[in-house]
């Protein structure tokens, strides 16, 4: 079992995206130990595997063996399902957009060099 | 004096447009957006009201109208202190405002059922996270009660472990705190008076800082929190810099510069300043209202007659009052 903070399921979930994207980012499956280290934020094995079967009966990660050891990748048929349908949900126009939350989002010129200024020397660098 | 409280009111809502947007900078993000919401709902409807109660006398008179009331319209005429060209575009204003907001109202909802739709096709129903296989850098957040959150491979690939933790609190944020029903609460209430678009703008920036300081305090760490900001809107920049998108997401040199100082602290003084404006343009509508209705109560058929039961209870207290004194001017 999870031990689980306060939060509960909302927590939960959070792991789920943490994992999930983790994954998403690797170029090849990636077993526990290796999402451990990636992850880096002191998830204990135990907690990674919980979450991965999870996902798996989910149907959003596969489960791949080498060599006697499991390794996971993301199951790609149902982002790819999940992108032909996001682009027409994207598709209709301004209103659709408006309910929607969207992180990134395009900068104006000015925006773009304030945003460049505002991170500035003591700020952290843009990669 | 009809002119003086209509003038009143004006000013009031100038003042919210110009002031309330200021003052809810000043304010931590979830206080901006809960003020700035309700005020912009408040002025809203206010103006609404005064400009149909300036309308009313004038409308009451067409003789379609003022067949169905217990008034005369000759007398409704002749105490009338709002000028008919005055009156007529009023009228306008009114319509134009309850098109707006049927309008508006009807494309978001449809927007919902879709996107609702969407959700229910997705496959795993119960994660929030879907992903997308897409090399453009992209997320959102699909309002609850779907409450889901949508991110690219290609925004997933460009970020660090802990950057994905970050933009994964931010998009949680939005939906655990409603943020769609927010900003769509500010955008009707602009779609009724313009003057209101600087707060629905507002909103938007103001949601947006709420998610950022949410996922700031989730991951501990501000400067990430900003650097995740920063670079996800950097991503697009290069390659797509025509993109549909340019009113969503808030002003993100300023959500930056926010994150990399001192967490928001509470203040009283923005509050005071957009309740008191907000006083001022309710009592200027009640002021309009109670003209209005004396306007209405001297056009009364009914009104030495006690017992005739007239159209609402308003109408009754003031022909308690002005009884007998029909002709009296003020």
Known sequence: MIKRPAHGRRAAGALEGEVLGALWAADTPLTPAQLQTTLGTGLAYNTIHTILSRLQDKGMVVRIREGGRSAYRPAKDAAQDAADRMRTVLEGGRDRAEILQRFVTSLSPDDEQALRAALGEDGPEVR | ?330
């Open chain 2, 1 to 330: 004096m009809t002119a003086a409280t209509t003038l009143l009111a004006v000013v009031a809502w100038i003042g919210f447009a110009v002031i309330a947007p200021r003052l809810a900078r000043r304010l931590p993000p979830a206080a901006a957006t809960a003020a700035l919401a309700t005020g912009s709902l408040i002025i809203a409807a206010s103006s609404i009201a005064v400009i149909a109660l300036l309308a009313a006398p004038w409308i009451a008179q067409l003789p379609e109208i003022a067949e169905l009331g217990p008034w005369s319209a000759p007398k409704l005429r002749s105490g009338n202190p709002v000028p008919v060209a005055a009156a007529v575009v009023c009228t306008a204003l009114v319509g134009a405002a309850l098109a707006r907001l049927t309008l508006t109202g009807w494309q978001r909802v449809r927007a919902i059922v879709v996107v609702r739709r969407y959700c229910r096709h997705l496959p795993a129903t119960d994660a929030n996270l879907v992903v997308v296989d897409s090399d453009q850098p992209d997320a959102f957040a699909i309002p609850p009660p779907s409450g889901r959150i949508v991110v690219t491979t290609g925004l997933l690939r460009a970020l660090s472990a802990d950057e994905r933790r970050v933009l994964l609190a931010h998009e949680q944020a939005h939906v655990d705190h409603h943020h769609a029903w927010w900003v769509l609460a500010t955008d009707l209430a602009a779609a009724t008076n313009p003057l209101l678009r600087s707060s629905a703008q507002a909103v938007r920036h103001a949601v947006e800082r709420w998610a950022d300081e949410d996922a700031a305090r989730q991951v501990g760490d501000r400067v990430l929190t900003a650097r995740t900001i920063a670079r996800a809107a950097l991503l697009v920049t290069p390659t797509q810099p025509a993109q549909a998108m340019t009113a969503t997401g808030g002003n993100v040199p300023d959500r930056v510069r926010a994150l990399m100082g001192a967490p928001p602290r509470r203040r009283l003084l923005p509050v005071l300043g957009m309740a008191t404006i907000l006083a001022l343009s309710l009592s200027a509508s009640a002021g309009v209202d109670s003209r209005t209705d004396t306007v209405f109560d001297r056009a009364s058929l009914t009104q030495a007659r006690i017992g005739w039961a007239p159209a609402t209870t308003t109408a009754v207290n003031h022909i308690g009052v002005s009884h007998g004194n029909g002709n009296r001017s003020r």
